[in-house]
């Protein structure tokens, strides 16, 4: 294990961690930024994260390429409510995976984890599309419920074409008015 991918794995998920924390903070969920991603520094998020750390991707993706699944992805999909394969259940009518919609403090978070991740992982070649690029790129609308995809999707189009200032204002009113997402289609009126 080498100690340049230690420390730089370290740095790398702290800066995230904290990038999340600030965004949070700035909706007012203050509980959810302290505690974002904890189990990162867990051991076996951590080690796999060193192992397969090359620093512009995942090490996820790359034990996920490596070996065909991701442990320590599976961990932290399961202790981790802003992830939406978190809320995928068997729906008893159909046997089918399906997509839960999620609750909105959860979605606000996901989206700040989105634009946190595509900051370091993209560092200056970041823009405010680059979080609907990637979401676009990696075809995940259909497993998310049609309320959480169809927030989740402003979210990022207003991000892009709106700028973050904007966007976070706008998540900053839904969080005061959160009947716009929870008995609606997922668009706020």
Same mark, same amino acid.
């Given at each position: 294990?080498?100690?340049?991918?230690?420390?730089?794995?370290?740095?790398?998920?702290?800066?995230?961690?904290?990038?999340?924390?600030?965004?949070?903070?700035?909706?007012?969920?203050?509980?959810?930024?302290?505690?974002?991603?904890?189990?990162?520094?867990?051991?076996?998020?951590?080690?796999?994260?060193?192992?397969?750390?090359?620093? %512009?991707?995942?090490?996820?993706?790359?034990?996920?390429?490596?070996?065909?699944?991701?442990?320590?992805?599976?961990?932290?999909?399961?202790?981790?409510?802003?992830?939406?394969?978190?809320?995928?259940?068997?729906?008893?009518?159909?046997?089918?995976?399906?997509?839960?919609?999620?609750?909105?403090?959860?979605?606000?978070?996901?989206?700040?984890?989105?634009?946190?991740?595509?900051?370091?992982?993209?560092?200056?070649?970041?823009?405010?599309?680059?979080?609907?690029?990637?979401?676009? %790129?990696?075809?995940?609308?259909?497993?998310?419920?049609?309320?959480?995809?169809?927030?989740?999707?402003?979210?990022?189009?207003?991000?892009?074409?709106?700028?973050?200032?904007?966007?976070?204002?706008?998540?900053?009113?839904?969080?005061?008015?959160?009947?716009?997402?929870?008995?609606?289609?997922?668009?706020?009126?």
């Amino acid at each position: 294990m080498k100690f340049h991918n230690v420390f730089h794995h370290f740095i790398t998920i702290s800066i995230h961690k904290l990038t999340v924390m600030d965004l949070c903070f700035k909706l007012g969920l203050l509980r959810q930024g302290l505690l974002h991603d904890l189990s990162k520094y867990s051991p076996i998020e951590f080690l796999t994260g060193v192992h397969y750390y090359q620093g %512009d991707r995942s090490p996820n993706a790359v034990e996920r390429n490596t070996l065909g699944y991701s442990a320590a992805w599976l961990h932290h999909k399961g202790r981790n409510l802003h992830h939406y394969e978190y809320w995928m259940d068997i729906n008893p009518k159909t046997r089918e995976w399906e997509g839960v919609k999620m609750p909105l403090r959860y979605v606000l978070e996901m989206v700040c984890d989105r634009i946190a991740a595509s900051k370091v992982y993209n560092g200056p070649n970041y823009s405010d599309s680059t979080p609907l690029q990637y979401y676009r %790129d990696r075809s995940e609308s259909s497993r998310l419920h049609p309320d959480t995809r169809a927030l989740l999707e402003t979210l990022l189009i207003m991000l892009s074409e709106h700028g973050e200032r904007y966007t976070l204002g706008y998540m900053r009113w839904l969080m005061k008015h959160p009947q716009s997402y929870e008995h609606s289609n997922g668009t706020a009126q």
